[in-house]
């Protein structure tokens, strides 16, 4: 077993199980029966499909390792159980405001997840990232510097919060 713990929200959990279950039920036995039937048309090496599909059963394969792994070491950590912490950990919805080119303040809101959860459109970053890891262990008032683009800046934090 890795000694890596990959942490997660429950539905980074829910959403990486459910692409698992997906591709083990849906996906990989509609491309093993695409493979089937195209390796029976003969000559494999110029048959299209069966280079093609086969190429995708690896992809597929390779995704359901990475999976797997994920899975069997994720350690969830669910908001409901943080409730009433005053600092930044894992799973918290943090408002704070930084300078933006022009320097004009700008307010952010972003909650810190694992890196597969991550996606900054929906407000989700890594808590592993520079701005992740500089608001780490932050309170409400606290001013942090953090490199981002090459750039130092610095980033108050307005409000902590655990979302249920």
């Known amino acids: 077993m890795s000694d890596i713990i990959y942490y ?30 195209a390796a029976g048309n003969g ?10 599909n086969k190429k995708r059963l690896r992809q597929i394969d390779g995704r ?11 350690e969830i950590v669910d908001p409901k159980n ?3 912490l005053k600092r930044v950990f894992f799973g918290a919805q943090v408002t704070y405001v930084r300078e933006d080119a022009n320097g004009n303040d700008v307010e952010v809101s972003v909650q810190l997840v694992g890196e597969d959860e991550a996606d900054f459109s929906q407000g989700k970053i890594n808590w592993q ?9 932050a309170e409400v008032g606290d001013i942090r510097r953090v ?6 800046s610095e980033i108050a934090v307005l409000e902590v919060k655990y979302i249920i």
């Open 147 to 152: 490199r981002v683009d090459g750039e130092i």
């Open 82 to 84: 943080q409730q009433g």
């Open 43 to 52: 000559d494999r090496s110029e048959n299209g499909d069966y280079i093609y």
């Open 8 to 37: 997660m929200t429950p539905s980074g959990y829910k959403a990486l199980a459910d692409e698992q279950d997906h591709l083990i039920h849906k996906e990989r036995p509609k491309f093993c029966e695409i493979v089937s039937w």
């Open 64 to 74: 359901l390792r990475y999976l797997k792994k994920r899975l069997e070491n994720a």
């Open 129 to 137: 990232s520079p701005v992740g890891k500089a608001l780490l262990k």
